[in-house]
């Protein structure tokens, strides 16, 4: 009796928090209007999107452009019919919203959806069809997904439930970490933690996530980048080939916008969904890292004319889609349909959509799959000042949020380095991957790439005055990880049952001698180190760092370059490798916080110092304006003074060639003295700068850093 009296004050004292969320006077009474399929009902909030619970009820708003008329179905849980079916009256219509309270709903005991009737003229796009079942495009928390794996069907019986957000975040401030600062680390969340390995209590969840927390401080990453996490169905595409269950297991094909994958959470939270999150996000914020979503707002589940009909189709699938002008679908994301993101109503549930996740998850940045997409008009052409973008860009809400495009799309525009920013946007930088990767595996001529996107891409963002707009990523989860990278010159998909036709072939990898796994030491140790020397160019590289989970313990996909359907160990991190490897983990951490250690190193702190400029190129016999198509050497020599510290140097030396070669140290003055900091060549790590003057030998394909002071 005592626990039901508690929970009678917990729904009380969440109402009135209700009451004061939406602004309602404290002595409203919402006399019920009419009564229908035996519910009392009245007109609701028109301005509350989705289902909301208030006292008294719940409020269920939604919206159609071409709708001639909307249903509210009702089902008790996991149930495939209604108990009640609810037509919202004509009086319940105010331009093109529907609004309804329903009275004396408990939202533990229900489930909903929609029915929409209108118009079927498919050569205009419009295609509404009464028979299906539609899931709300506000839906909080999506039903019958909850295990991973499940065979039930879905589709047709997508519903939603009601969430009580009463989450107590308490006083801790958001980390408000600056750009210059940050150091992304790219995870799945099922992956991180799936394999047995891993030793946490409940793997492949957020909570499974969390427990992992203190080893991501001890990496030293202080930004996460989660891939979607958005409401998908894995068994999207589900197929077995060669007896290997293949799944939809990357989650680039969002179901739900406003809902989180409640497979991914350790425990049933009806009705609470998303609880588990928000504590992962709250530890993450307590440890001073922020946690980045990766959204995928180019597409949807729906796919093409084939595709299923669950959600956007059947409330006005001419408006969400951009279509052609005999109503098929543009793909300019490669996954059957392309979202109208330009249109004003999706513009609008877009930004309510990334205001939502900031102020109820308390985000701290998104990545945009495909953002090129973003940009593209109703009739699918770039636009200059895409109006989604520039929102993005100006939104009160979102002004402290990190927005982090990638600035390509599957139908050819690429805009790396033209990205539509207003100085707010950064980007993936694919021409830093692919440069630094050619430059490392000897490839001649690509010395000048290399130098330029090691002090920040100049060539790419400064005459646009873009500062911070470049995430530096060598692998990431498109494509090999970095131990593959110096593991195979091919791809290896054949267990994606494509016939190895799926994935990039333009890989700029190097086996180092031998296809796929060896016994042979030395390439072996090869492998290491050219791993040691991609991520100490990471590091020493002005932009954002980004890499990906795993490559800091050598984790391998066996050659797979395209993991998006492997839900095993393929995709899975191997924590057994953590101890195999330790000595390239305590390289990481070496380099981490050689990074944070010098400022130098992340940003143009002044015009230089000791007579030299902020950043310039050095060839082995000193100072150059640029190197030409036969060298493999590059030094890149960093100069500013920092705050408390003084006037402070680093020097970056790289060797792509594969003999050694002797280097003259660029000059100090005499107060000032060379540190050797880091050097590739040596498996073991030291944490003792040593003093090196004049020159040094650098030894074949490797990477030594020098801390000037």
């Known amino acids: 009796m005592e626990t039901a009296k508690n929970a009678s004050r917990a729904q009380n004292s969440s109402d009135e928090l209700l009451v004061e969320k939406l602004s309602l006077p404290r002595t409203i009474h919402l006399a019920p209007l009419d009564y229908i399929d ?19 009820g719940v409020n269920f708003t939604v919206y159609s452009h071409g709708a001639a008329s909307i249903e509210l179905l009702l089902f008790h849980r996991e149930a495939a019919e209604p108990f009640a079916v609810l037509p919202f009256p004509t009086r319940y219509r105010i331009g093109n919203v529907y609004s309804m309270i329903v009275f004396k709903l408990n939202i533990e005991e229900f489930e909903y959806a929609y029915r929409v009737d209108g118009p079927y003229e498919p050569e205009k796009g419009k295609i509404f069809d009464k028979s299906k079942y539609l899931l709300d495009p506000y839906a909080k928390a999506v039903t019958g997904q909850s295990e991973w794996g499940a065979t039930s069907p879905r589709g047709q019986h997508y519903k939603a439930r009601v969430v009580k957000d009463d989450f107590d975040w308490g006083d801790l401030a958001a980390p408000l970490i600056p750009m210059e600062d940050l150091i992304i680390y790219e995870l799945h969340v099922r992956g991180f933690t799936k394999d047995a390995s891993s030793g946490v209590k409940h793997p492949g969840t957020f909570a499974g996530l969390m427990e992992k927390l203190p080893y991501l401080k001890s990496l030293g990453v202080n930004a996460i980048e989660l891939m979607p996490i958005f409401e998908f169905d894995e068994m999207q595409d589900y197929r077995e080939v060669d007896g290997q269950k293949l799944y939809n297991y990357w989650g680039y094909s969002t179901v739900s916008f406003f809902a989180p994958n409640t497979s991914y959470a350790a425990d049933i939270e009806f009705n609470r969904e998303g609880t588990e999150l928000k504590k992962l996000i709250l530890a993450c914020h307590q440890q001073g890292m922020e946690v980045y979503l990766d959204v995928v707002f180019n597409h949807t589940a729906e796919g093409n004319e084939r595709g299923p009909f669950f959600s956007f189709k059947g409330f006005d699938n001419n408006i969400y889609y ?12 490669g996954c059957g349909n392309t979202l109208n993101c330009n249109h004003p109503i999706v513009h609008q549930m877009i930004m309510n959509c990334l205001r939502y996740w900031v102020t109820t998850y308390r985000v701290d940045g998104f990545r945009f799959d495909l953002a090129s997409i973003l940009g593209r008009n109703e009739d699918g052409s770039p636009m200059m000042k895409p109006p989604l973008l520039q929102a993005m860009a100006f939104d009160p809400i979102l002004g402290d949020v990190k927005l982090i495009a990638e600035a390509w799309d ?12 207003w100085n707010r946007w950064a980007e993936w930088n694919g021409r830093y991957r692919d440069d630094i990767r050619r430059y490392l595996k000897g490839d001649g001529g690509f010395a000048q790439a290399a130098a330029l996107r090691l002090i920040g891409s100049r060539d790419m963002y400064d005459a646009n005055g873009r500062k911070d707009a470049s995430v530096n990523f060598i692998t990431c989860h498109d494509g090999f990880t970095l131990w593959d990278l110096y593991s195979y010159n091919s791809k290896h998909n054949e267990r994606n049952g494509w016939n190895n036709t799926d994935g990039a072939n333009d890989n700029n990898s190097w086996n180092c001698g031998a296809e796929g796994a060896t ?15 991609a991520f100490a160019l990471l590091m020493c590289s002005r932009g954002i760092p980004m890499f990906l989970a795993g490559d800091e313990f050598g984790n391998t996909q066996f050659g797979n370059n395209n993991a998006y359907c492997q839900d095993n160990i393929t995709s899975w991190l191997d924590w057994n490798l953590l101890h195999k490897n330790q000595e390239m983990f305590r390289f990481f951490q070496h380099m981490i916080r050689l990074r944070k250690e010098n400022r130098v190193l992340r940003t143009n702190l002044s015009d230089g110092c000791w007579g030299h400029p902020d950043a310039s190129f050095y060839g082995v016999n000193g100072p150059q304006d640029a190197f030409g198509g036969h060298e493999h050497y590059v030094g890149i020599l960093y100069t500013g003074g920092e705050r408390g510290v003084g006037p402070k140097a680093v020097y970056v030396a790289s060797n792509a060639w594969w003999e050694d070669l002797y280097v003259r140290l660029p000059e100090l003055p005499p107060s000032a003295c060379w540190y050797l900091a880091a050097d590739t060549w040596e498996e073991r790590v030291s944490d003792k700068l040593i003093p090196t003057t004049g020159g040094f030998i650098i030894r074949p394909r490797s990477v030594m850093v020098f801390v000037g002071e």
């Open 38 to 56: 035996g519910f009392a009902v009245r007109p609701g909030f028109y301005e509350i999107n989705g289902a909301t619970a208030i006292p008294g």
């Open 322 to 333: 951009l279509l052609t002008p005999d109503g098929k679908y543009y793909n300019f994301s």
């Open 519 to 533: 016994d042979d030491e030395d390439i072996n140790a090869l492998r290491r180190r050219m791993c040691r020397n």
């Open 410 to 421: 599957a139908g050819g525009l690429y805009q790396v380095g033209s990205f539509p920013s």
